[in-house]
């Protein structure tokens, strides 16, 4: 992913450039008041969820929010039919779970690029951090690797060869580390800030938490070249990825401002709303597929 595609994204956030709308199977949903399209989210009671659902009512579309506490259930939920669509996680996620599953989710619209941060209750700065401290990280695999890879750019850590978005705790130099890193589920790095020295927690779970964005001792840059692969999507079956109404949906999503006012106010302004094209989705996904592979 070029860098200057992505500061021009960047520069005009919210205008939708999705492709393809029209043809391709709509069996699953016809846009007809009498259809609810079932859709798992994380955080379903953040506000802007409940102002993009009359926005789709608005057009005779009926959407359902199915809401989930752990990030491993929303895929396979979508794979066996019990959801539509799911909305999310990033790319690196959704090859990490195709690849591992056999399945082929698909990509079918983007939402926007979350900052990954370090947290503390017990610190005000990284540099009070002491030698041989622990830290919490996400367990799932790619945000693990985010993790460590923000751990490692803050000289917590070292990685050997550098890491990638594939490393693991196997990955991590020990000897050239300042911290030990411990790998909760993603939901419970928050509640482990009592017992460890610092936590990286993901964009879904800092304010539940009663922290603040802004006090994050660390976090990633979401602008940076390599963040398109942690652009996060809304996802489908492959054989509903033309569905007419699925694409309205993300269309309404990226271009109703009300949504895209709320969607940064959850994240503390934080977040890089994009809206990348289907195309644009399914490219970065075979790279990052690609080398999900080539690490099994």
């Known amino acids: 992913m070029k860098k200057s595609w992505l500061s021009a994204l960047v520069a005009v956030p919210v205008v939708a450039m999705l492709a393809g709308c029209a043809g391709g199977s709509n069996e699953a949903a016809t846009g007809t008041e009498d259809d609810v399209i079932q859709i798992g989210v994380i955080g379903a009671s953040d506000p802007y969820w409940d102002i993009y659902q009359d926005a789709a009512a608005e057009e005779g579309i009926s959407i359902e929010l199915v809401d989930f506490a752990d990030y491993t259930q929303l895929n396979p939920a979508v794979s066996e039919g019990e959801l539509d669509m799911n909305q999310f996680q990033h790319l690196v996620f959704l090859a990490d779970y195709n690849v591992s599953s056999g399945s082929d989710l698909a990509p079918i619209g983007s939402t926007a690029i979350y900052p ?60 050239n580390s300042k911290v030990t890193v411990t790998a909760l589920e993603a939901s419970l790095t928050a509640a482990s800030l009592t017992d460890v020295a610092a936590a990286v927690i993901n964009n879904d779970f800092v304010e539940k938490a009663g922290l603040t964005f802004e006090g994050a001792l660390a976090a990633d840059d979401p602008t940076d070249e390599g963040a398109f692969a942690y652009i996060n999507v809304f996802a489908s079956r492959d054989e509903d990825k033309d569905n007419e109404t699925f694409l309205r949906l993300i269309e309404i999503f990226q271009t109703n401002q009300d949504v895209q006012d709320g969607l940064l106010a959850v994240s503390g302004d934080t977040a890089v709303p994009l809206a990348a094209t289907t195309a644009e989705l399914e490219e970065a996904l075979v790279g990052v597929t690609a080398d999900v592979e080539a690490a099994e």
């Open 116 to 175: 990954l941060g370090l947290y503390s209750t017990q610190y005000d700065g990284l540099d009070e951090i002491s030698e041989g401290d622990t830290v919490a990280v996400p367990n799932d695999a790619t945000n693990l690797a985010r993790a460590l890879l923000l751990l490692q750019a803050e000289g917590l850590i070292a990685l050997d060869g550098g890491g990638n978005n594939l490393s693991g705790l196997q990955d991590i130099d020990e000897e």
